[in-house]
């Protein structure tokens, strides 16, 4: 019985050293996200920030169903705190005229290397009809 007991502790111990992609780090992942308003020809319209709109986080890349998301505050901002080191996946929706669900996502695949490290994804652009 001691010898189950101990097992078990020692699997938990080696299981809890091993950190996945996911919250619980000190790492982030931020950027801006702009919208191109387009004419029905496809010209640019006007750029701008889009506010409230979704961006979505896939922990590691051996899956297709996000994680977690967040909406850009008023000037298009995003961040996605507390994650661990690893391979992340954030990505968006456009519009999309030729595409059967009428949008299209935008993938932005990137690695947190080291504790405390912010990925800045710069400016996603996204087009709007």
């Not at 992942?29 to 986080?57: C, H, P, W």
Request: proline share 1%.
């Amino acid at each position: 019985m001691k010898n189950i007991f101990l097992l078990v502790i020692i699997g938990l111990v080696i299981t809890s050293c091993t950190k996945e992609e996911g919250q619980g780090g000190s790492g982030s992942i931020k950027g801006f996200v702009y919208e191109y308003k387009l004419n029905i020809l496809g010209d640019t319209i006007s750029r701008y920030a889009a506010a409230d709109q979704d961006v979505f986080i896939i922990y590691g890349n051996d899956h297709t169903f996000y994680d977690d998301n967040i909406k850009t505050s008023y000037d298009g901002s995003f961040k996605f705190p507390y994650l661990q080191k690893g391979k992340y996946i954030v990505f968006v929706y456009e519009d999309c005229a030729t595409c059967l669900s009428g949008k299209k996502e935008i993938l932005r695949t990137i690695e947190i290397t080291k504790k405390k490290q912010t990925v800045d994804l710069d400016t996603i652009d996204i087009r709007k009809i």
